[in-house]
């Protein structure tokens, strides 16, 4: 994975697939930004602009040439699409 990436997670205390989430993205060695939105009412706000919904855990992955995908959910789907623009295994 390149250094140049940005990762930021946005989750809350109580979900366990942003739990999974953050746990497999550490273990991958990703480094990240973890934003708790149950805790953090700007970071509640960030996401909902970026998502226009309450949904967790969000996942915002800037690329080293500034492309944003920002993923909703930590389906089957989501974590290969995450995989794929990370180069990592999940």
Do not use: C, F
């Amino acid at each position: 994975m390149s250094n140049t990436h940005k990762i930021i997670i946005y989750i809350d205390s109580l979900s366990p697939y942003a739990k999974y989430l953050r746990e497999d993205l550490e273990k991958a060695g990703v480094h990240l930004e973890v934003k708790i939105v149950d805790k953090d009412m700007d970071a509640a706000i960030e996401m909902y602009q970026l998502t226009q919904n309450n949904r967790v855990p969000v996942i915002k992955i800037t690329t080293e040439n500034k492309q944003e995908t920002v993923l909703v959910g930590y389906s089957d789907e989501n974590k290969k699409k995450i995989a794929e623009l990370l180069k990592i295994t999940l």
